[in-house]
């Protein structure tokens, strides 16, 4: 990674906007496949994005900035991709909520169904009553979310688990939420207590930090922090590659209106106990906390020897984000959907700027999908427009060089 802070931007092949996993990969590949320049902008101190880890100093724990943030995925290639610059643990990601005083697993499973109705229930059974309580609604005719969920697990399970929660994570009433959401939640009916089924999972042996530093460790790649890159947009030269990842919105300054964006609080402490609550993550399905859910950072890597008796914590708020805030996930109702169409059209008429990642695509990614986006990204986008393809069409976009 170059530190050449005065280097004049147009001196680069490429600039990529956004030091996030979308953005990292697609320097790393510029550099390495492509043998090219690339300076990646970052307005936050620190790359990795949302994913950026670090070591607590007063208990020696490391902890996720953001959020814990767990990669699964399905993808071969994606696998094989991340595992050039990490080694990944074992870790298998399981989740608890409380109700009404009672822990529950999530997602719903055949557990849940018989603590929640306290009565011990084959699969048949369980399936049975649920496909009772769901017929309320008929999943191809749900409209929203919360007709999507009673279609799916039935209204007690919904406005126990479902409800609340989402209240509280959305800021707006799930029947003002598009269906698609609940996909995202798998129902089973038996006892499996992992969170996702995804073919491989684990955690960056040595954090992401450690991993984003391996991909960024290139004489061609110069990343810069705490850089704005809107003020200095004058300083692209005619012909250069722009990978933008930032929100869509705010590159063309909101000019259409603000897309609608969710965003994170977080409140840390570090206590003064070797475990607090005896998992990773643990959800807070009542409307009247008024946090989603605790963090605690140790169990994400019960490998390591973390041998002073404290803990570090996060409990985590959701709410709008205004324009001054870090935007995390798209609201998407369909107010939202017709906006970022439109930003989409300007999008097509930028010359030499391609627009990625979960902000500048206004979508929800995990982060096996960011990465995937990404290698798409650079062989359909990227490749060509360095081949001498002086227009092309790819993955819907239009891109004119």
């Not at 997602?107 to 009772?132: D, Q, V, W, Y």
């Not at 929800?364 to 986006?373: E, G, I, N, P």
Request: with cysteine.
């Amino acid at each position: 990674m170059i530190e050449i802070n005065h280097t004049e931007l147009s001196a680069f092949d490429a600039i990529v906007v956004g030091a996030g996993i979308f953005g990292i990969t697609i320097a790393e590949q510029i550099a390495n496949e492509l043998g090219r320049s690339v300076c990646v902008l970052e307005r936050r101190s620190h790359f990795g994005g949302n994913c950026f880890s670090e070591i607590d100093a007063d208990s020696g724990i490391e902890f996720h900035r953001y959020g814990s943030h767990l990669f699964h995925t399905n993808s071969d290639d994606v696998w094989r991709y991340l595992n050039r610059f990490t080694t990944f643990t074992n870790y298998r990601h399981r989740v608890l909520t409380v109700h009404r005083g009672e822990v529950y697993p999530m997602p719903i499973n055949l557990g849940t169904i018989c603590a929640f109705f306290r009565k011990h229930m084959s699969p048949a059974e369980a399936r049975a009553l649920i496909e009772t309580q769901s017929r309320e609604v008929a999943t191809s005719a749900a409209r929203n979310l919360e007709e999507k969920a009673i279609s799916l697990i039935g209204r007690p399970l919904y406005e126990a688990f479902i409800k609340g929660y989402t209240k509280k994570q959305w800021q707006v009433d799930p029947r003002e939420l598009p269906a698609g959401i609940i996909t995202r939640l798998p129902v089973r009916f038996t006892f499996e207590p992992y969170y996702f089924a995804d073919r491989y999972e684990g955690l960056p042996t040595d954090g992401y930090t450690a991993m984003f530093k391996k991909m960024i460790d290139s004489p061609r790649i110069e990343v810069r922090l705490n850089t704005d890159f809107h003020p200095l947009r004058k300083a692209v030269r005619p012909g250069q590659l722009v990978v933008y990842s930032g929100p869509i919105d705010r590159y063309f300054d909101y000019r259409l209106g603000s897309l609608g964006w969710r965003t994170l609080d977080f409140e840390k402490q570090v206590l003064p106990v070797d475990d607090y609550q005896g998992t990773s993550v643990m959800n807070y399905a009542d409307e009247d906390v008024a946090y989603t859910r605790i963090h605690e950072f140790k169990h994400l890597h019960p490998e390591r020897n973390y041998s002073s008796h404290k803990t570090v914590i996060y409990r985590e708020f959701s709410r709008f984000a205004s324009q001054a805030d870090d935007p995390y996930y798209p609201i998407n109702t369909a107010e939202d959907k017709e906006l970022y169409a439109k930003y989409r059209a300007l999008a097509e008429g930028e010359a030499n700027v391609v627009f990625g990642g979960r902000l500048g695509g206004y979508q929800y990614l995990d982060m096996d999908q960011v990465v995937a986006a990404a290698l798409s990204t650079f062989r359909k986008k990227v490749q060509p427009f360095y081949a001498g393809v002086r227009t092309f069409k790819a993955a819907g976009d239009e891109i004119r060089s």
